[in-house]
């Protein structure tokens, strides 16, 4: 009896061992191994890409806010000369629809995954290799973005059309390359961080100052930094950085740039205290020779302020940005900049270029008004130059007060 009692003992425990392990393993296979096919849809991404490129051109501009004919040359351009690369299950053109499709409608990965039936991990993998090629961290911004966000011509020797043809504008300001201006991209920071983010806005943002020529291409930017940061600090810094490769003025020549920005040589601010704003002159003409100017050059830095709402109305992703890296949210911001100016360059007909041509006092709404100057910093950078400039707007606004 005894001997059968340990028979049936071991036997339990054998079994017992032998469940418990078979537990254990098809636990770990299930958890582990056996991953059950969750992108199950018959429209692959691929599929859906060669869908909306061959389709409507309305879909086409919804999806990815371009031509498909400019889109597939994005595509060529970004295989050929800045180094992406098609995978074994992936070709280019999705991977640059993905990325696009992402900053389009600001959506997360698990959208985007859905959408083109991708794991998160590919499309997370796969923004990084289209935000590579396009803004080249890692090959000392050697990328797409260095090449389209710069001036067409750095010696800037001719008048731009849009002065020379328009007599509002012309000669008076015939000696302007462009117009600076600073904007706020929405920024996605741990709680911990988001104190310096906050600046002129409740959220936390990126403070990105940039330079436009007057056909709404940007021609420099300076990206990263906090929300708080002055706009006087982040103008400083990219003038006197010698590795950010900013586009001087020559002698003789300017940039537009509103109050918030130092009086120093070669960038022209309007009067102070004086009537400034387009909506500020619908009941009452200019009654002297300042208000004149200021009105004046108010319409003309206009065209910064057009751009940056083609920009933000292009790109959604700039309202609300996911949950990404620091470092991959500034290449994002950078990289609708570029594909900002890529457009412009190769698309004539865009239908947002287009509309806002049309309104030559168009202010996007969610900017704000100027800052108020910083006294301590414009002081000391301004010393020497100010009344050269002076100068310069006293002649233009006694030309243009004479016009009248």
Request: proline share 5%; net charge positive; with cysteine.
């Amino acid at each position: 009896m005894d001997m059968k009692k340990r028979r049936k003992k071991k036997q339990r425990i054998f079994w017992l061992i032998t469940a418990c392990t078979t537990s254990a393993i098809a636990t770990y296979y299930y958890k582990y191994i056996y991953k059950e096919p969750c992108m199950t849809s018959h429209q692959r991404g691929e599929d859906w890409m060669r869908e909306i490129l061959n389709g409507h051109p309305i879909r086409c501009v919804n999806a990815f806010r371009m031509e498909s004919r400019v889109f597939l040359l994005l595509c060529e351009e970004l295989q050929s000369k800045y180094g992406l690369t098609p995978s074994r299950n992936m070709t280019v053109v999705e991977k640059v629809g993905i990325f696009v499709y992402t900053i389009a409608l600001g959506l997360s990965n698990r959208d985007v995954g859905e959408r083109f039936q991708r794991s998160g991990e590919t499309i997370s993998r796969t923004i990084t290799q289209v935000l590579e090629a396009i803004c080249g961290r890692n090959k000392g911004y050697m990328g797409l973005a260095r090449d389209v966000i710069q001036p067409k011509d750095r010696n800037f020797q001719f008048i731009p059309p849009q002065i020379a043809n328009d007599t509002r504008y012309m000669p008076y300001f015939k000696d302007c390359i462009g117009c600076i201006d600073g904007t706020h991209v929405a920024a996605c920071i741990p709680e911990a961080d988001q104190l310096r983010y906050r600046g002129r806005k409740d959220i936390p943002t990126f403070n990105v100052m940039a330079v436009c020529d007057f056909d709404m291409c940007f021609t420099f930017l300076s990206v990263g930094w906090e929300g708080s940061a002055h706009d006087t600090r982040v103008f400083l810094h990219a003038i006197n950085t010698p590795t950010m490769n900013f586009p001087h003025p020559l002698q003789g020549r300017y940039y537009l740039v509103d109050k918030g920005y130092p009086d120093r040589l070669g960038y022209l601010v309007s009067y102070p205290k004086i009537r400034y704003h387009q909506s500020q002159f619908q009941r009452e003409a200019p009654t002297n020779a300042k208000e004149t100017f200021n009105r004046a050059h108010s319409s003309l830095r206009s065209c910064i302020e057009r751009s940056f709402g083609v920009l933000k109305k292009r790109w959604k992703i700039l309202h609300q940005m996911p949950q990404y890296s620091v470092k991959t949210q500034i290449d994002i911001v950078m990289a609708s900049f570029a594909l900002h100016n890529y457009i412009r360059i190769n698309s004539v007909d865009d239908p947002l270029f287009t509309v806002l041509e049309r309104q030559p006092n168009y202010v996007p709404e969610d900017e704000t008004q100027d800052e108020l100057e910083d006294p301590d910093e414009n002081s000391n950078s301004s010393r020497g130059t100010t009344s050269e400039m002076r100068e310069v707007r006293d002649n233009i606004a006694r030309l243009l007060w004479e016009s009248m």
